[in-house]
């Protein structure tokens, strides 16, 4: 079996304020990027809202931010992941350990790396 590609980041533990959540975000994924994983499995939490947690709202625009653009490839949310899931395993084939686990969960934001 070949070395592991997939790494998950908990943003929610801890309770963390929305900035610091970010910071870590951003350290993780440059990390991850420099250690060659191929996806990242971000745990961000819901929030009991309705329209999702303020952690998951600043994940999604730091995601659209131009300055990731060299570092992701992609990305999508649970609640997207049965329309990509072919999609993004094609491209890392690990993620299929993590389709179940992903498929419908809006806590959850999956993200490919450019190689």
């Not at 191929?38 to 994940?59: C, E, F, M, P, Q």
């Not at 999604?60 to 570092?71: D, F, H, I, N, P």
Request: net charge positive.
């Amino acid at each position: 079996m070949g070395a592991v590609k997939v790494k998950e980041i908990n943003l929610e533990r801890g309770k963390p304020a929305v900035d610091e959540a970010m910071r870590k975000f951003v350290n993780e994924l440059t990390t991850a990027k420099r250690m060659g994983f191929r996806a990242l499995v971000v745990v961000h939490g819901y929030g009991s809202s309705g329209v999702g947690g303020t952690i998951k709202i600043a994940l999604q625009s730091k995601l659209k931010e131009g300055s990731l653009r060299g570092v992701i490839r992609d990305y999508a949310g649970g609640e997207e992941w049965i329309n990509c899931k072919r999609r993004f395993i094609e491209v890392c084939p690990q993620l299929k350990d993590f389709s179940t686990y992903v498929e419908g969960n809006r806590g959850l934001t999956v993200i490919l790396l450019k190689s």
